[in-house]
């Protein structure tokens, strides 16, 4: 009994809001959304289009062994004990590097 109370004050305060309200704080959140997706979008990325920075763990195919490496600096590069590689050439799971080595499947676009 007390749960449907609470919840009908919930639902009557939003209905008591003001739509203009609403509205301005949608449009400032898709204004905030576009701003940081602008920032994202100048990253560097990984042969899977993860973006990446320093620090990040990624994983790459070298002789024929899966290895995980660690994006440094400005992450155009990755370094592991004894590899680097660009980061565009290193995918964001141990996953996608597998499917990577295998190449594209007949019947299968580049895309999935």
């Known amino acids: 009994?007390?749960?449907?109370?609470?919840?009908?004050?919930?639902?009557k305060k939003l209905s008591n809001l003001d739509e203009n309200c609403l509205r301005r704080q949608l449009a400032q959140a898709c204004?905030?959304?576009?701003?940081?997706?602008?920032?994202?979008?100048k990253l560097p990325k990984t042969g899977d289009g993860v973006p990446v920075v320093s620090g990040d763990k990624v994983y790459v195919l070298a002789d024929g062994v899966i290895h995980?490496?660690?994006?440094e600096g400005s992450?155009?590069?990755a370094r592991g004990p004894t590899?680097?590689?660009?980061?565009?050439?290193?995918?964001?799971t141990r996953e996608a590097a597998r499917e990577a080595a295998r190449g594209p499947r007949?019947?299968?676009s580049e895309a999935g």
């Open 1 to 11: 009994m007390v749960r449907r109370r609470k919840e009908h004050e919930c639902t």
């Open 31 to 41: 204004e905030e959304n576009a701003r940081l997706q602008t920032i994202v979008d």
């Open 68 to 71: 995980s490496m660690v994006v």
């Open 75 to 77: 992450g155009q590069t």
């Open 83 to 92: 590899y680097s590689h660009v980061t565009y050439h290193c995918y964001s």
């Open 106 to 108: 007949p019947g299968r």
